[in-house]
């Protein structure tokens, strides 16, 4: 997709104007870039992206995420190399780090979490003990942890791991994974999530 094709769709009302930017952003186009081609833009969707992009440091921030993970890593060293990079996206900017279409902001991402537990509500996959894999910060485990029996987070960055103990570790169970040797009972689990 080329930025012309994230802005389109975004002015055409078929994607958010955080998802829009994220993906403008992350792609390596330039805010000022971004501001001259939305110069023609009317409507409530191009004002949105104006206001996102007046916080640039939220934009440097998210850029500096986005740089740190290399999510086409492979061999020996792509585990270590995916670890390494999540938990310096977590130094920089925990809820970037989890989900680059919060732009950093945590009421984003709070909304954002809010609409998926909706979603799952809404086809009645709230139940049980669920695990979530690839937890982070733990924003999704802690949202469903009210809502049904227990949830296991797992994530494979340690600091994103003791970030969500910080945050949520009253609510929910969080530990560090490679993925590779889940030594987990078959039928354990009612709901498995891999989100973002």
Do not use: K, N, Q
């Amino acid at each position: 997709m080329t930025d012309a094709d994230a802005l389109a769709l975004c002015l055409a009302g078929r994607i958010s104007a955080p998802v829009a930017l994220a993906r403008l952003v992350l792609g390596g186009v330039a805010p000022d870039l971004i501001e001259g081609r939305l110069a023609g833009a009317h409507g409530p969707d191009g004002e949105v992206l104006r206001r996102l992009l007046a916080d640039r440091g939220a934009l440097g921030r998210l850029a500096e995420v986005g740089a740190c993970v290399d999510h086409g890593a492979h061999g020996r060293g792509a585990l270590a190399a995916l670890r390494d990079g999540f938990d310096r996206a977590a130094a920089i900017s925990p809820e970037a780090g989890v989900a680059a279409y919060s732009l950093g902001d945590p009421e984003l991402l709070r909304a954002a979490t809010e609409e998926l537990v909706a979603w799952l509500a809404a086809r009645g996959l709230l139940r049980g003990d669920v695990l979530d894999l690839g937890c982070g910060i733990g924003r999704v485990a802690a949202a469903l942890a009210p809502r049904v029996g227990s949830v296991l987070g797992l994530d494979i960055a340690p600091r994103m791991v003791a970030e969500a103990r910080r945050r949520h570790g009253g609510s929910a169970r969080f530990a560090v994974t490679d993925g590779t040797r889940l030594a987990l009972p078959d039928e354990s689990f009612d709901l498995v999530l891999a989100v973002d």
